[in-house]
């Protein structure tokens, strides 16, 4: 597609169940970040994928966040055992290259997630 | 260690009037600088961004920054605001090195018709 695709757009839940979230970042895209946004709040990095190196997973909050990235493309974040406090919206980006060089990270529109 | 600070949280101006968001940045090298403008339920858009080129950077929608070293700042103005500029900005700094970009809290425009 021409830009980011996030999956679901919105999403509720009930505490303590997992959820999935689906990006699939531009084509030719090497390199593909999540971030976290909660109301009121900055932008939050949670993990950052370039090729096939290993993951930056620095930004994860706890062990119950993990991604992957199947073929260098699709990623999926996964959040176990859901808290309220994980209600926010979740966007992912990606970027040809990496955003040292002052690449541009274009941004998809966010999975909403609501726990209740 | 890299941060970035934007004064004011809220922002309102009246439709015609010079828009002014400020973002102060942290960095121990030379940064690279970026503003997104986020709509009502929309993700992230870039306005424009500061690559070590001309230090005056002018972006879409009749934005512009200008990156000034020694106030480590790159604000982001525009003449006239327009009403269809209501929205959150978010300023934003990467590195070399740096595998993201770090942002600040945002300010939320509004403009008064």
């Known amino acids: 597609g021409a830009g980011v695709s996030q999956s679901p757009s919105n999403k509720v839940t009930e505490k303590g169940k997992d959820v999935e979230l689906r990006c699939d970042p531009i084509?030719?895209?090497?390199?593909l970040y999540w971030y976290r946004q909660s109301l009121g709040q900055g932008l939050e990095f949670l993990i950052y994928?370039?090729?096939?190196?290993?993951?930056?997973k620095s930004g994860l909050p706890s062990d119950r966040f993990s991604a992957e990235r199947t073929g260098g493309s699709v990623s999926t974040l996964t959040i176990q055992r859901t808290q309220q406090e994980d209600s926010a919206v979740y966007l992912c980006?990606?970027?040809?290259?990496?955003?040292?060089?002052?690449?541009?990270?274009?941004f998809g529109e966010g999975s909403w997630l609501t726990v209740v | 260690a890299q941060s970035v600070t934007q004064l004011g949280s809220h922002v309102s101006v009246s439709e015609g009037a010079l828009v002014l968001l400020r973002c102060n940045y942290s960095?121990?090298?030379?940064?690279?600088l970026f503003w997104y403008v986020q709509y009502p339920n929309q993700g992230l858009q870039l306005l424009l961004k500061?690559?070590?080129?001309?230090?005056l950077v002018k972006g879409i929608n009749g934005f512009e920054a200008e990156f000034k070293k020694s106030e480590t700042s790159f604000h982001l103005t525009k003449p006239s605001a327009h009403m269809s500029d209501a929205a959150e900005y978010f300023c934003?700094?990467?590195?070399?090195?740096?595998?993201?970009?770090?942002f600040g809290t945002g300010t939320r425009l509004t403009v008064i018709p």
């Open positions: 960095s121990s090298v030379p940064p690279y």
């Open positions: 980006a990606s970027s040809l290259i990496k955003a040292q060089s002052g690449n541009t990270i274009y």
């Open positions: 934003a700094v990467s590195q070399t090195g740096a595998n993201n970009l770090f």
């Open positions: 994928f370039q090729g096939n190196s290993a993951p930056d």
């Open positions: 084509s030719g895209h090497t390199a």
């Open positions: 500061y690559t070590s080129a001309a230090t």
